[in-house]
């Protein structure tokens, strides 16, 4: 098991009460490839460096985990087919 952290931007067109349904399916979809969820930090609404689909904002929120790292391309595979989700990057930490 290594630690890992997502970092995944949510679309800002999403109101207030779906953005924690989008945690929560995130946070499932890991939960569900055998992770173990440390802390999900919400870092809030924050301008984009570059406009993503004309959109100059969005709901940035932090997860570390932990988990064997031969899940991640599933987990990789639902993110990139959730529609909230504009961006997100796994990085391995130390």
């Known amino acids: 098991m290594k630690k890992y ?3 995944f ?3 800002p067109t999403v109101l207030e009460e779906g953005r924690e349904a989008v ?3 995130v946070t ?7 992770a173990t969820i440390e802390k999900s930090e919400k870092w809030g609404e924050r301008k984009l460096a570059y406009p993503i689909d004309k959109k100059k904002t969005g709901f940035y929120v ?3 985990f932990e ?3 031969t899940v991640l391309a599933d987990v990789e595979a639902k993110l990139n ?6 961006r997100y990057i796994i990085v ?3």
């Open 5 to 7: 952290e997502l970092m």
């Open 9 to 11: 931007i949510i679309n």
């Open 23 to 25: 945690i929560e399916k």
């Open 28 to 34: 499932g979809v890991l939960t569900a490839a055998g």
């Open 62 to 64: 932090l997860t570390t």
């Open 67 to 69: 988990v064997d790292g």
């Open 81 to 86: 087919i959730t529609e909230e989700v504009l």
């Open 92 to 94: 391995k930490q130390n």
